[in-house]
């Protein structure tokens, strides 16, 4: 009676329609400072699997003020960024703003904008469901997808900037304004539109073998060449691009470069979102910086468990929700949550929750065998490429995707 009763309220609760609700509001900042005709707002709320809504408004000329509105697919809880670009940068960008879990629409008010940080990867787009990156540097450019990173030089171009490889099938990038062209390796891409930049600081940056610790903030850095040394400080500097990323010249023998690339920790194996290359004294030091589970926060499609590849039409999903500490999904045939733990050590799953809706037999034992394989989870790791390895020891578990 017990499993029929589960069965039912599983099937009622899959077929509720989702409560959508409109999340409205306007940005705006103190200074005054006019926005060019071409200005564009863009507003994303964000849920634990990443993206869930979003506004893009060609300003035409208006001021701030400005209204948006987004849908919540549901009553849930979310988080809400704005930004205004210009010319293809951020140039007001606001903090995340709580949207509270609840029923019927909900009006946020005046959500402030502010200035962005310097110190910023303000270089992704997102080209239809393909994400690029693009570094302008040394009078080219350096276009990344996926594993790959292509060298690019200006090319001729009576309107905005062009970029690309002179190869066959050829690579290039078209920046007009807000918007952008990608042809990559001869397929032409949707329209690319520009990504709101993630803060980097504050930030924490450490070398092992030898050891080293650099803190960075918007009041400067602290930089602590040895556990024995006395540290070093000072304010932080103007960044420039260079060929390997965001550079800084801290002071006189000394100079940074942070690349949004995936860094592991020699010591514990554990990756980072940062690498950090430090130039102290005549040597340079390696190191990584960021949080682990910004690596893992969102929405994961498993692709691969052990050697055998999972068919597509099969739903298969991780989602990392690192605010609560949780991660739920779909597991082929049920719907599962559990508490997840990620320390300096690694990675490791609690039992999991999870409806109990009957299905196919192989579909049962892909089940059981994912949730098995689950609480066996030790560690991770995540290729250039995005590919998510989890792992038992020294062995892959599963392979996953961003969906």
Not at 45 to 70: C, D
Not at 242 to 266: E, F, K, N, P, W
Request: hydrophobic residues 40%; glycine residues 10%; proline residues 8%.
């Amino acid at each position: 009676m017990r499993r029929l009763t589960c069965l039912i309220l599983a099937t009622v609760l899959a077929a509720a329609p989702a409560l959508a609700r409109d999340v409205t509001g306007e940005v705006g900042y103190r200074e005054r400072i006019a926005l060019p005709e071409d200005a564009q707002l863009v507003v994303e709320l964000r849920g634990p699997a990443g993206i869930v809504a979003e506004a893009r408004i060609q300003t035409k000329g208006a001021q701030v003020p400005l209204r948006f509105a987004v849908v919540a697919p549901d009553n849930g809880d979310y988080s809400l960024r704005g930004a205004i670009f210009v010319a293809g940068r951020a140039d007001w960008v606001s903090a995340q703003v709580p949207v509270a879990a609840g029923e019927g629409p909900v009006d946020l008010g005046l959500v402030p904008l502010t200035r962005p940080s310097p110190v910023a990867f303000n270089d992704r787009m997102i080209c239809g469901n393909v994400p690029i990156q693009i570094d302008f540097l040394d009078g080219g450019a350096r276009l990344k997808a996926g594993d790959e990173a292509i060298r690019l030089e200006p090319l001729l171009s009576a309107d905005g900037a062009r970029y690309g490889d002179n190869a066959t099938p050829p690579t290039e990038f078209w920046g007009k304004g807000n918007f952008a062209r990608v042809t990559l390796k001869g397929t032409e891409l949707p329209e690319c539109e520009m990504m709101i930049p993630d803060p980097i600081l504050p930030i924490t940056l450490r070398g092992n073998e030898p050891f080293w610790r650099l803190d960075l903030s918007e009041t400067g850095y602290t930089f602590q060449p040895t556990p024995d040394a006395a540290p070093i400080s000072g304010g932080l500097p103007e960044p420039y691009a260079s060929a390997d990323g965001l550079r800084m010249d801290l002071a006189t023998g000394l100079v940074l470069t942070l690349s949004r690339t995936i860094c592991s920790d020699t010591m514990s194996g554990m990756p980072f979102p940062v690498t950090a290359k430090l130039e102290h004294d005549g040597r340079t030091l390696s190191g990584c910086g960021g949080r682990p589970e910004d690596l893992l926060a969102g929405a994961w499609q498993v692709t691969q468990i052990g050697a055998r590849a999972i068919p597509a039409e099969v739903e298969l999903s991780i989602v990392f929700d690192v605010a609560e500490g949780r991660v739920y999904g779909k597991s082929a045939c049920n719907r599962y949550n559990a508490a997840f733990t990620l320390t300096g050590e690694g990675l490791s799953f609690g039992p999991a929750a999870a409806t109990m809706m009957a299905c196919p037999d192989e579909l049962m034992a892909l089940e059981q065998e994912f949730q098995s394989l689950l609480a066996t989870v030790s560690g991770f790791d995540v290729s250039e490429a995005g590919t998510l390895d989890l792992r038992s020891g020294d062995s892959s578990v599963m392979l996953a995707a961003r969906p």
